[in-house]
């Protein structure tokens, strides 16, 4: 198989797989390990954990498919994740999608042609207190408003990167 | 202010890092272990009982009996495992934990490890967490280093281990045994009960599951001692909780208060009352699966009790505050959304009924619900009621049941204007921007 762990993802599977009395809690860590190296989830990446924890891949496959957070297909660079639950949407989350919308060219679920952004409504974030949430990739921006979304999705799209820091709000 | 704030569990605003080891130690911190390996397994638990902490996950169960439950006689590792999914829609506190005080949940687990004579603890964490999940390993490895886990704890002849797990974006997981079925990397699909997972949870052995306020909560109790933990509460529920309040108010946010606080204080004088001055229309009070009160059931004690008095539940103690100018309907089809969508699928009732449940509503708000629809609502929503392995099927049927009792009005209005009453503007609190849907003028 072409596909090969890095070294250094390697040893990340040596150690989680070390916390548990059975190899196989050691799946969906791994699984993130391995999307984390190749971005998302294909089959012959599936094959790969298969192997590496010496599961069968139907077990593999199994798990992968039943977690949003486990992907199966590409993202965008910029992974917009709009919170659309009770208390974002009392604090005007469908306008942030709707300015995400607008300023992106595409409809929640969609991934813009140059590849970098996906958007996406998602489900109760746990930071209600600060609502509305957007969470882009990993990074939790609280309290945000149409205005700041707009200056922290052009700021993505000039390639300054990714924002630091949770407060992407006003 | 009539309303007292404590700061036992909820350290903010006194200019520490408490992520920081040596802050923490500085504080005291980690001294309630060494009290609790003086007292022995069986004092700890005792107290625990003594101190009536109970669950913060969201079903009220006293801990200290629930420690009791695991076999005497087993010979099987027992393992505690930390319940941090928090997914529960309104819900923000055990982020707090994770993110700005790691230490005391992980003194807790130390505490807790010792009196249940488990040598490994899993904390389950959402994987959204992803700064929280980083922030709780940190910690954790800062222990190792500093002799509190790993081959002894603070020379202590216990060996521990404690673990990050993370979650991959299931609500679900958050229901106890569907979380163990997680931790053993499956898909999060809940167990039948019993076997309880006391007796056989993770990895087939004893298996104790708390809440990460729950154990929290522990180091205080054994540093204070029971006695001063229950006169923070109220009977059979001692010291004081996270409360987060959320939605249509002018200041959202989490607090601390004594268990008792009443519902309608914390909302009008800590969250600095609902947005606008408006009136408040529907308030929820322990996140989405609790049944929603008006906004003249709200004075009310925030206790197991005091809730339940009202047909309601203290759950979470994450408040959910609604003004008028609200449309009814579309806050129960955020939330329809969001049980449909995380249904494990596994029993029919429930795969079947919360997406049917969001059907209909999105009928109602788009004006082609026919005559008798409302009933029907009520009737797929009783169905699933009691019939489902998890209690993610009553989450879903609550909301539903109780929103058609209180606002059934409002339910019928769609109907009969073929349509949502409240046009493009379906909701105060959000943002008026050209263009955008805008905020509502109503109420
Ligand atoms: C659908 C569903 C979701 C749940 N989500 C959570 C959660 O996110 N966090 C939590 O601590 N408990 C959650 N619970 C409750 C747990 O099953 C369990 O009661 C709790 O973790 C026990 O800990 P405690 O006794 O310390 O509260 C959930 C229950 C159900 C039915
Ligand atoms: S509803 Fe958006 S974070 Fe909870």
Redesign the interface.
């Known amino acids: 198989m072409a596909l090969a762990f890095s070294p250094e993802a390697d040893r990340e599977i040596t150690d989680i797989i070390g916390r548990y009395p059975e190899r196989a809690a050691a799946l969906i860590p791994v699984l993130f390990v391995a999307q984390d190296e190749f971005t998302y989830l294909s089959e012959e990446v599936l094959e790969l954990v298969a192997e590496r924890l010496d599961l069968p891949a139907a077990k593999v496959l199994n798990t992968a498919t039943f977690y949003t957070m486990l992907r199966k297909a590409p993202v965008g660079k910029h992974h917009v994740q709009v919170c659309r639950t009770l208390s974002c949407y009392l604090r005007g989350a469908d306008q942030l999608m709707a300015t995400a919308q607008r300023k992106l060219g595409i409809a929640p679920g969609e991934t813009t042609g140059d590849g970098r952004f996906t958007l996406e409504g998602v489900e109760c974030l746990a930071a209600c207190g600060t609502a509305p949430i957007v969470r882009i990739n990993d990074v939790y921006h609280e309290n945000v408003t149409p205005a700041s979304l707009e200056r922290l999705l052009d700021a993505l799209a000039s390639g300054k990167g990714e924002p630091v820091g949770g407060g992407g709000g006003d | 202010m009539a309303v007292q704030t404590t700061n036992h569990l909820l350290r903010r605003g006194m200019g520490k890092d408490w992520r920081d080891l040596a802050t923490y130690r500085a504080a005291g911190g980690y001294q309630a272990v060494k009290k609790a390996h003086q007292m022995g397994p069986a004092a700890v638990i005792e107290e625990v009982k003594q101190g009536s902490v109970r669950g913060r996950g969201g079903a009220g169960f006293p801990a200290g009996i629930k420690w009791g439950f695991l076999p005497k006689d087993s010979d099987k ?1 027992r393992y505690l495992v930390i319940n941090a999914d ?7 506190k ?2 707090y934990f994770l993110k700005e005080d790691p230490h005391r949940l992980i003194e807790g687990c130390i505490i807790a490890c010792m009196a249940l004579n488990a040598h490994a603890c899993y904390i389950y964490i ?6 929280q999940i980083r922030t709780t390993w940190k910690a954790i490895r800062d222990c190792y280093a500093a002799g509190i886990l790993g081959r002894s704890v603070m020379g202590i002849p216990f060996a521990l ?1 404690i ?1 990050v ?7 679900i997981c958050g229901e106890e045994t569907a979380l163990l079925e ?7 699909r809940p167990r039948m009960k019993p076997p309880f997972p006391a007796v056989i949870g993770a ?1 087939g052995s004893p298996t104790i599951i708390n809440n990460v306020e729950t154990i929290a909560a522990v180091p205080l109790v054994i540093e204070h001692g029971a006695a001063w933990w229950t006169a923070l509460g109220v009977d059979r529920d001692g010291g004081p909780r996270l409360v ?5 108010v002018e200041r ?3 607090f601390e208060v004594p268990t008792g606080t009443n519902l309608k204080d914390v909302i009008y004088e800590l969250a600095g009352g609902p947005l606008g001055g408006r009136a408040i229309k529907a308030v ?1 009070p322990g996140g ?1 699966s609790c049944k929603v009160l008006r906004g003249d059931e709200i004075d009310v004690p925030m206790t197991i009790d005091g809730l339940r008095a009202v047909g309601s539940m203290l759950g979470t103690c ?1 408040i ?1 505050v ?1 003004v008028e100018g ?1 449309c009814i309907v ?2 129960l089809q ?2 329809s ?2 049980y449909a ?2 249904s ?1 699928g596994q029993c029919t009732p429930c795969r079947e009924g919360t997406g049917w449940l969001a059907r209909l509503v999105d009928q109602l708000e788009a004006g082609t619900a026919k005559q008798g629809d409302v009933d029907t609502l009520l009737d797929v929503a009783n169905e699933i009621d009691g019939n489902t392995i998890c209690a993610l099927g009553e989450a879903a049927a609550w909301p539903v049941q109780s929103y058609v009792a209180k606002f059934r009005d409002e339910f019928q209005a769609h109907i009969d204007h073929h349509g949502c009453p409240y046009g493009d503007h ?2 105060p ?3 008026d ?1 050209p ?4 905020v509502s003028p109503h109420a």
């Open positions: 590792p928090e997914g529960e829609p309104g819900t923000f055990d982020t959402r994987g959204e967490f992803a700064e281990d673990y797990h993370p979650g991959a974006g299931a609500y997680s931790l053993e990397g499956k898909p999060g990895f987060g309040v959320s939605g249509h959202p946010g989490l929820i989405s994450g959910i609604m609200t579309r806050a955020r939330l959304h969001f969508h995380e494990c379906p909701t609190g959000g943002f921007v263009g955008l849907p805008s």
